[in-house]
């Protein structure tokens, strides 16, 4: 089965980040849903979306299952009204972990961004390394790319600190208060331009310097291996 279409990413940002907020903003008082309806309301949102996301893809897309775990943890805090300090633990853990994970693979014989990097599917691997070995360059490329694995799990703990500072700052009202909704609301809008964008921005300097290096260890650009490329 060929893989579903690509969601745009404007109704992905308006389905799971504006409509919950503007829910959890406005309907959270006594006089709307109330505090519970309105968090459950809200987090019905990306919860379906990332539950559709299986459906099309009929496989586990790691970063679609965080956002529903994510998404499943702040219910629980706010619906069981635990303190709010375990929301921005939450807020910090989830990326936390995926930068401990990218930080571990440096350890392995499979760095993650060499995983992403050389996906044969995507890049033509055999012509990359005949190039490299031609210009004998294979052991920087890899010391190279070893670097871009650390600097991609830096992004990642990033996020995590920004998460949880953000977290703390704006979330100061008890759970399962209408102004407890309002504040998450706050901190979901908020998350995007102080933290999802600089972690987008930092990403793409990664791949800028894999790019350089590419063309600077082989005199040809990244997609020039691009498995579609023409020879």
Known sequence: MADAAKPNQLIELTITLIIPALILMKLSSPEDLGAANALALALSFPL??????????????LFAALGVISTVLTGGIGLLELDTQWLAVKEAAVPGLIGLAVLGSTYTRYPLVKTILLNPAI???????????????????????????????????????????????????????????????????????????PSMVMMVLVIYYLSRTTRELTGLSFTDFLSSAKV
């Open 48 to 61: 379906a979306w990332g539950m559709r996301d299986f459906w099309n893809r009929r496989k586990i897309n």
């Open 123 to 197: 890049i033509d691997v055999a012509r990359l390394q005949a190039k490299l070995e031609t210009h004998g360059a294979t052991r920087v490329f890899e010391s190279r790319l070893l670097r871009a694995t650390w600097m991609l799990s830096g992004t990642f703990f990033f996020s995590s600190a920004m998460n949880y500072f953000l977290a703390r700052y704006i979330v100061v009202s008890p759970a399962g208060t209408p102004a407890f909704n309002e504040e998450l609301g706050r901190l979901t809008l908020l998350s995007y331009p102080f933290i999802a964008l």
